[in-house]
């Protein structure tokens, strides 16, 4: 009788999620919100919060972890690229930024998927060689008595890329933030612009970047897909 290949079941990938941190009881926590928790889970992944200390920790984290999701959080230190800081800039304590280039530079390095979203497209961004509009005012809709999970503009996709295959030709999109990128970084392609002209999402390769957080709209099937699509691709990386 012939020999029956076994076949074996696809991993279920472990995403690392750059950390973010607090205050609480007089000592720093580091954490990363539950929607992202959610959002990898919803996606078929397992998540875990890491940072980087140091480009050797980055790359034993890199070679650890299947994909790397940069989150949101405070503002790119206008150091970062090379500007000098406005009076509504809030940014990221050093580390956390430290943290976030190093471990984006350490998972690009090994080729695995990487997904920014919102400060995660900036941070990037900042990295790639783009400078940063350091305020719009109105693009955040708390500002708007909107809810988390409520859409607050359309988006239109570039036809051909994968962000544009996930999404369609337009979609609806949240808003939360008031900083954007001025100019899309070399080598990157443009796959989304917001109504009013605003760059709302890049990538290159494995590297997916999105201004909005579709971590909080899983209840629409493209935001969801979102996850899907990058969770799979992690699970095919070598």
Known sequence: MPVQKK??????PVIAMSARSTE????RVFYDNESYHDYVKAGGGIPAVVKADTEEEAEKISRIFDALLVTGGEDVIPETYHAVQEEKTEPIEEDMERSDILLYNAFKKQNKPILGICRGIQIIGAVEGSTL???????????????????????????????????????MVNSFHHQVLKEVPLGFTLSAVSEDGYIEAIEKGHILCVQWHPERLLHDPKHKALITYFVSSAAKAE
């Open 133 to 171: 509009i350091q305020h719009i005012d109105h693009h955040n809709q708390r500002v708007e008595g909107k809810a988390v999970n409520d859409y607050f503009h359309s988006c239109s996709f570039t036809e051909g890329t994968t962000i544009q295959k996930i999404f369609g030709s337009e979609a």
């Open 7 to 12: 076949e074996h079941p696809m991993k279920t």
């Open 24 to 27: 609480h009881y007089h000592t």
